[in-house]
T-cell receptor
Framework: GAGVSQTPSNKVTEKGKYVELRCDPI?????LYWYRQSLGQGPEFLIYFQGTGAADDSGLPNDRFFAVRPEGSVSTLKIQRTERGDSAVYLC???????????????FGAGSRLTVL | GDSVTQMEGPVTLSEEAFLTINCTYTATGYPSLFWYVQYPGEGLQLLLK?????DKGSNKGFEATYRKETTSFHLEKGSVQVSDSAVYFCALTTGTASKLTFGTGTRLQVTL
């Protein structure tokens, strides 16, 4: 597609429930990233995919968080047993390549706002 | 670890005023530096970048120079417009790492 698409744009759930957030990256982009942005803060890295594999998942806060990218395109971020502290905007980004820092420009989606009551 | 420190906002300016948003960084390697902008209701957009010391990134009248000696990447614009009102994020990435480390963001509000 023309840009990075994220669904849903807003999700309200109750504490303890399971949530899935979807990201559809730019067509042809091999690298995909998930970030979390809490209110008044900058985005924090969660996980990075190169193709189908998670190349770096060091930002996932705990084992309630999991992400997949089974066919190397669309990715799903899964959160189990949600807690109020999980409330944030979850951002997805993609890039043509996943390496070589300076040349690797990320394009972000508009985000999925998660509210856990 | 890597970190980015930005001046706190909000920054409120009148249209046509000069803008500076300070950004300093700490990095273990040789970082590439970025400014991203988030307009109300929109996703993060890359504003400009610099990949090595003394490089100047520029876009839409905004400029930032990569200063290795002061570990800084301050954002400047000579004459701001109301349409520049947004949140600005300084960010870096190092070596072969692909993840960005962001500052906390600085909200800019420009009034007529």
């Amino acid at each position: 597609g023309a840009g990075v698409s994220q669904t849903p744009s807003n999700k309200v759930t109750e504490k303890g429930k399971y949530v899935e957030l979807r990201c559809d990256p730019i067509s042809g982009h091999t690298a995909l990233y998930w970030y979390r942005q809490s209110l008044g803060q900058g985005p924090e890295f969660l996980i990075y995919f190169q193709g189908t594999g998670a190349a770096d998942d060091s930002g996932l806060p705990n084992d309630r968080f999991f992400a997949v990218r089974p066919e190397g395109s669309v990715s799903t971020l899964k959160i189990q047993r949600t807690e109020r502290g999980d409330s944030a905007v979850y951002l997805c980004a993609s890039s043509l390549y996943g390496t070589s820092s300076g040349a690797n420009v990320l394009t972000f989606g508009a985000g999925s706002r998660l509210t856990v009551l | 670890g890597d970190s980015v420190t930005q001046m706190e906002g909000p920054v409120t300016l009148s249209e046509e005023a000069f803008l500076t948003i300070n950004c300093t960084y700490t990095a273990t390697g040789y970082p590439s530096l970025f400014w991203y902008v988030q307009y109300p209701g929109e996703g993060l957009q890359l504003l400009l970048k610099a990949t090595k010391a003394d490089d100047k990134g520029s876009n839409k009248g905004f400029e930032a120079t990569y200063r290795k000696e002061t570990t800084s990447f301050h954002l400047e614009k000579g004459s701001v417009q109301v349409s520049d009102s947004a949140v600005y994020f300084c960010a870096l990435t190092t070596g072969t790492a692909s993840k960005l480390t962001f500052g906390t963001g600085t909200r800019l509000q420009v009034t007529l």
